[in-house]
Each structure stands twice: as C-alpha cells, then as structure tokens.
C-alpha cells in the first residue's frame, strides 16, 4: 500500500527491530508494534518518515518505515 502525507499509520510489524530515531528526548524510544504515528514525508522506494507526538505536542519518535511495516488507521478528506 502506499501513503498520503497526514496519513494516521500504525506500526504493524517491525522488519528492522532498531532503527535510527531522532524525537524530543536527549534519547527517544524504539517504535513499538500498535503504536501509532503521522506520515510526514515519503522519501522514496517504498519509505516513509513517520512521527509519533505526545497529546502536549512532543516528538516522542521520528522514524522511516518501509510501507510493509504500516497499516492505514486514517486518511484525512481530500482538502
């Protein structure tokens, strides 16, 4: 499947178990399997940039997936 910019995703399975993060904390935590996160950019060959915030605006993580490690949670309406 591929995805939209603002497209809700959630972490489906993890083919790379540790991968670079970058997020508000001197140290960000691993993406976990069910957590959910926004596509902020497609970077090409089937990856993209997601990001997990907190409710009070925090990076918690910032990652690229491959599209088979996502599921769509939600697609916001077309603007």
């Known amino acids: 499947m591929s995805f939209r910019l603002d497209d809700t995703v959630r972490v489906a399975r993890l083919l790379v178990p540790e991968r670079e993060v970058s997020g508000s904390a001197a140290v960000p935590p691993q993406p976990r399997v069910g957590e ?7 970077v090409g060959d ?6 997990r915030v ?11 997936f ?13 603007r």
């Open 36 to 42: 959910t996160g926004t596509v902020v950019d497609d």
């Open 46 to 51: 089937g990856l993209y940039l997601v990001e």
């Open 54 to 64: 907190t409710a009070d605006g925090y990076t918690t993580w910032l990652a690229e």
């Open 66 to 78: 491959s599209a088979a490690e996502l599921d769509l949670v939600a697609r916001p309406p077309a």
